[in-house]
Every structure is written in C-alpha cells, then in structure tokens.
C-alpha cells in the first residue's frame, strides 16, 4: 500500500479510492512501483508526487499482467472516457492530457512497471471518491431499484354501516379538537386522515356529502350528540 498521509501532506482522497479499488479487485497485485509521495530525485522538479498546498495529487499503480491487472490498457480505457478528476496520465512511454490525447513521452522513466495518475489540485478533483474502472464488471456502483408506485390506501369503513356523515365538532374544545374532521354512521366515530374526505365522497360511502369550493366539508355535529358516539 502506498503511503497516504506524511509530516504535512495527505494523498488525495480520490486517489486513496482508485488504490483501493485497484486492490479490490486485483487482491494479489504486484504493489513493486506503486507511489504517492516523491522522492529526493522528484522533489527537484515539477511533479504532482510533490505536495502543493498540502496534498499530494499524484499516485503510482503497478502493472501486473500476472494477475491479469494490464494497467496500462486500464489507463487507456479511463482516458477514453475522459473521466474530469484527471489532469494528466503517463503510461508506457505515453502521455495523455485531457484535449491533446495521447502522444509520445520522453521523460527520463518511461513508466512501463506503473502508470502513473495526476488529478487536478481541486476540492471537486480531490474529494470526488465515486469509483474510477466503472467498466469492470462487478466494480459499477449498484443500480438502485426503480421506485414501485404505493398503492393509495384505502380507509377503513365503521362496523356500523351505512349512511356516514363527515362531521365535526365545534362546541366542545375542551375535549374534542374543532379542527379534527370525524367519520360517523351514529353509532361510532372516528378520525380523518389526510385526503379520506374527498375519497369517501367519491366512493359514495358518504350520504350527501357537502361540498364547498369543490371540497367536501364537514357538518357541524353538537357535543351532546357527538359525545354518545364510540370512538
């Protein structure tokens, strides 16, 4: 495993995931050229291996075609699809650069052991962990099922039968909120649930509902009436 964290520094999040998925699923890997941090030779040039600004932006994968981890084709395949974290990439004796594509590298490695991946020094490139090798099978995040439309609930009629009559009750506060709309049928009673008025209208389960502005509205009930009522 590379290192990920120094006196400093930190690798970027988004290269610590691609590492791990590498890992995930080529468990046996070679990590022989795998890097993150430079060394003494990259500190005196330009390079991502060197931290800027506290993170490192740059990693090392090695190749393996012996447990059938060709990185470089790997690194083909995510210029191909121009994934946005990446700056740049080089791999055997090619480098790639979103907009100029691939041409012939001549630095002084010419990285056939590894490829290497620079990604941009941006919070968006940087903290982006979503998976890297998507085409893999079995590496693609797992689709979500498609939400299965609810089935509308049906309410539940009274035991005593027909008629109903949608009330309310607005002369005893104390005991009965005014606001609360009831069902009844004169022998008991129960509360309304949002939306069970207009279906209980449209069922015609309600004897001469009243409607006002193309609602229905509940009819006044006295407390001395309401309060005989199971409920």
Known sequence: MTVHSGRGWRLAPSLIALEDEVNRIWPRRSQASDGSIGDSAHRHRKSD??????????????NDPRV??????????????????????????????????????????????????????????????SPWLVWIVGN???PQPTPQPQPTPVPAPLAGGKPMQIVHVPDNPTQVNPDTWWITD??????????????FAMSGLVNQPVIAAGKVRPVPMPWSMFSRLRR
């Open 49 to 62: 291996h060197n931290p800027a600004g506290g993170w490192v932006t740059a990693i090392d994968l090695t």
């Open 68 to 129: 059938g981890l060709d990185i470089h084709a790997q690194m083909r395949t995510l210029a191909a699809r121009g994934d946005r974290r990446v700056k740049y990439l080089i791999s055997n004796r090619q480098i790639w650069e979103p907009g100029r594509g691939w041409r012939h590298y001549s630095g002084d490695n010419p990285h056939t052991r590894h490829a290497h991946i620079s990604i941009d020094n941006t919070p968006a490139a940087r903290n982006d962990t």
């Open 140 to 142: 693609a995040p797992a």
């Open 186 to 199: 004169g022998i008991e009673a129960r509360t309304l649930a949002p939306g069970e008025p207009e279906w």
